[in-house]
């Protein structure tokens, strides 16, 4: 009887989609290595591959912005859910952030909070995947964006980043790789994996680049406070009056505090470019999908970071020098 036994068929199965998107993710990559250390090697392994600087002593966030959210789950006023662009302070706290370096002011209803910048990419990518599109990414590139736009089926084509100019972008490229159906570009800036700024000139170049083509620009401005060398840095949404730009960030690297989840998304859109094609309404259906950052991260923090002298402070507390 057992030889006869006919294998039951099962309707799931490994999802291909899903695997082919995976490969691309640095986190991927990062449990490889650790699976393949020799236990043997009993030899501290120092954290390089993640831009995680929590586990170093030299670097830890300011004291207040922890006492702030302490005293934000004692007080027990942000145990309810979120809505699905944020609690009003932490989008007044964030347009407030970004607007004190900028020539105008960002309106809080423009500011989307995120579970952390990973989620905003999430967001953006599932918005732009409709089908037949593709989008522009930087090479060398942070690998999260090729899995998502692998994962929504959106098709990805490469442009270069000129070690020989400093890591600028190759506008030509940029130009001869778009067509009808191109959707935005992503720009980091400070880059990463390369580590350059962008000039503002450069920047400029690229807004109208992506102007002439009808492309979103999308900024990754998460190493923003973190430019080093002598290009000061500067924001995409200095130039969203020449082509609409969506800024992400997070205060995962400046304050030390990549496990907390905190990021955002701003749609600069002076033009009503982005509301007028539907987009923003699609980022709004998609941020109704998602998840809600916690809300007592939410709360006191960002309204600390706005509102008080915390941004003019080094918060790099150099504690074992």
Known sequence: MGDNKEVKRWNFGANEVVERSSSFTIRDYLNNLISNLDGRDKRPVIPL????????????????????ICDAVRSTKFNNYSSSSG??????????????????????????????????????????????????????????????????????????????????????????????????????????????????????????????????????????????GDTPFVSMAEFAEIVPVVVLGAISKRWFVPGWRLGWMVTLDPHSIMKDSGFVQSLTNVLNMSTDPA???????????????????????????
């Open 49 to 68: 591959g993640h831009g995680d600087p929590s586990p170093f002593p030299s670097f830890r966030t300011d004291q207040a912005a922890v006492e702030a």
């Open 87 to 228: 609690i009003p302070v932490a989008r007044k706290a964030v347009a407030e952030y970004l607007s004190r370096d900028l020539s105008y002011q960002i309106s809080p209803k423009d500011v989307h909070i995120t579970a952390g910048c990973l989620q905003a990419v999430e967001i953006l990518i599932s918005a732009l995947a409709t089908p037949g599109a593709n989008i522009l990414l930087p090479r060398p590139s942070y690998p999260m964006y090729d899995s998502r736009a692998a994962f929504c089926q959106l098709e990805v084509r490469y442009f270069d980043l000129l070690p020989e100019n400093g890591w600028d972008v190759d506008l030509d490229g940029v130009e001869a790789l778009a067509d009808d159906k191109t959707v935005a570009i992503v720009v980091i800036n400070p880059c990463n994996p390369c580590g350059n700024v962008f000039s503002c000139q450069h920047l400029q170049k690229i807004a109208e680049k992506a102007s002439k083509l009808g492309i979103l620009v999308i900024a990754d401005e998460v190493y923003d406070h973190l430019a080093f």
């Open 295 to 321: 809300t007592f991260i939410q709360s006191n923090f960002f309204a600390l970071v706005a509102m008080s002298s915390l941004r003019d402070k080094t918060f790099i507390q150099m504690t074992n020098r």
